[in-house]
C-alpha cells in the first residue's frame, strides 16, 4: 500500500451500483479481467489476485476490493486512489458488454478522512464527490451522519422509488463496521510480512468470524492485510488493516443475510480490539434483518453507543451509530 509522509489513509471510498435486468443473460461477470484493469488504471491500482464461486467474482486489490455478480459491482478502495474515474468506463463496459442501459440503484460512502488535504481533489471533500457523481446519475441525495466535528459518514445514493419494488426485491443488506484508535493487541499480527496470511486469518480469528468462508489473503510490505471472503448466495466479506500506531483502522463489510449481527459484531471488535468505531446497516425491505434490532444495543461489550441515526429511503433502511470504549474510572 502506498504512503504519503508516513501516513496512510485507511478509509475507504465504498461504490456499490446496481443494474436493472431487461433482457435474460445479462451479466456483469461476463466482462474480462482485462476490461477490469483498466478500468483499475483510472483509479490508481491494481489486480493482486482472484477467487470466484457460483454467485460473483472477488478480486483483491493493492488498495482494497471489488466484487461483480450478475447485476452488481462494488469497487472499494482506500488511500488516495481515484474512485470516481472508474464510474464512466464501467458504465460503458456495462452497456457494451453486458447490455445493461439502466442504474437502478447506487451506494457512495465513505468516513470522514483523516488528512483530507492528501487526496486528489475529486475526492478532498465530500461536495465535490457529489459533484462528479451528480453528472452521471439522476435523481440522487447527499447525506451526512454523525458528527460534524468528530467521527461521521457520508452516503450519495439514488432515490428512485420505481426500483426493486417491495415484493419484486431480492434480499439485500450491508454491514460495515469501521475501526480506530486500535490497540496494540489487536495490531501486533499484522506487520509480520514473514507469517503466512492464512496463518494470520487462523490466529487472529478472521478465518472463524464466518464459518465456510472461501477467503483469499494478502500481507502488504512493510505492513497492511487485506482480504476477500465468499459464500454462498452471493454473499461476501472483505477486511482492510492500517496498522500504524498513528493511524491505525481496520474495516469489516459483509452482506451475509442474518436476523440480527450482534454476534458477528461482538466477534469483529474481539479482534480487532478498536477504541472506536462507527457502524453502518443497509437493508431493504426483503431483507430478514428488522431495522434497528439488537446489533445497534446502547452498550456493546466494552463500548457505549455515542450516536445512533436512522433513515428510510424508497427501499431502504439505514442505521448509523458510532461508539467509543468505556475508560476505566481512576480508582
Known amino acids: 500500500m502506498a504512503s504519503n509522509n508516513h501516513f496512510f489513509e485507511g478509509a475507504e471510498k465504498l461504490l456499490e451500483v446496481w443494474f436493472l435486468r431487461t433482457e435474460p443473460g445479462q451479466n456483469l461477470r461476463h ?31 493493492s488498495e482494497s476490493s471489488m466484487f461483480v455478480s450478475d447485476r452488481r459491482f462494488i469497487l472499494k478502495t482506500c488511500g488516495t486512489t481515484l474512485l470516481h474515474n472508474a464510474l464512466p468506463l464501467m458504465l460503458e463496459l456495462a452497456k457494451q458488454k453486458c447490455g445493461f442501459h439502466t442504474v437502478e440503484d447506487i ?17 478532498r471533500s465530500f461536495e ?24 461521521c459518514w457520508y452516503l450519495y445514493t439514488t432515490n428512485n422509488p420505481d426500483s426493486s419494488k417491495p415484493g419484486q426485491a431480492e434480499p439485500d443488506q450491508t ?14 499480527l499484522f506487520p509480520k510480512i514473514s507469517i503466512d496470511p492464512a496463518e494470520i486469518a487462523k490466529i487472529s480469528g478472521i478465518a472463524d468470524l464466518e464459518p465456510g468462508t472461501l477467503i483469499d489473503d494478502f500481507l502488504f510490505e512493510p505492513c497492511g492485510y487485506s482480504m476477500n471472503g ?30 440480527s449481527y450482534a454476534d458477528l459484531v461482538k466477534r469483529v471488535l474481539n479482534v480487532f480490539k478498536p477504541g472506536r468505531f462507527v457502524m453502518t446497516l443497509f437493508a431493504n425491505m426483503t431483507s430478514e434483518v428488522y431495522p434497528g434490532d439488537s446489533t445497534f444495543e446502547d452498550k456493546i461489550s466494552d463500548f457505549q453507543r455515542q450516536d445512533w441515526q436512522a433513515s428510510k429511503f424508497s427501499n431502504y433502511y439505514l442505521t448509523f451509530c458510532n461508539y467509543a470504549k468505556v475508560k476505566a474510572k481512576p480508582s
Open 107 to 123: 451506494f457512495y460512502s465513505r468516513k470522514n478522512f483523516m488528512r483530507p488535504e492528501l487526496q486528489h481533489n475529486m475526492h
Open 175 to 188: 454491514l460495515e463496521i469501521l475501526m480506530m484508535d486500535r490497540e496494540p493487541e489487536g495490531m501486533k
Open 230 to 259: 465468499l459464500l454462498p448466495d452471493g454473499a461476501y466479506m472483505n477486511i482492510h488493516v492500517t496498522p500504524e500506531k498513528d493511524f491505525s483502522y481496520a474495516s469489516f463489510e459483509t452482506n451475509v443475510s442474518k436476523k
Open 31 to 61: 466482462i474480462a479481467r482485462e476490461d477490469w484493469e483498466e478500468v483499475l488504471k483510472t483509479v490508481r491500482c491494481q489486480i493482486i489476485s482472484t477467487i470466484k464461486n457460483d454467485s460473483q467474482d472477488a478480486y483483491l486489490l
Open 128 to 151: 465535490e464527490e457529489v459533484i462528479i457523481l451528480e453528472k452521471l446519475f439522476q435523481d440522487g441525495a447527499a447525506y451526512c451522519l454523525g458528527r460534524m466535528n468528530g467521527d
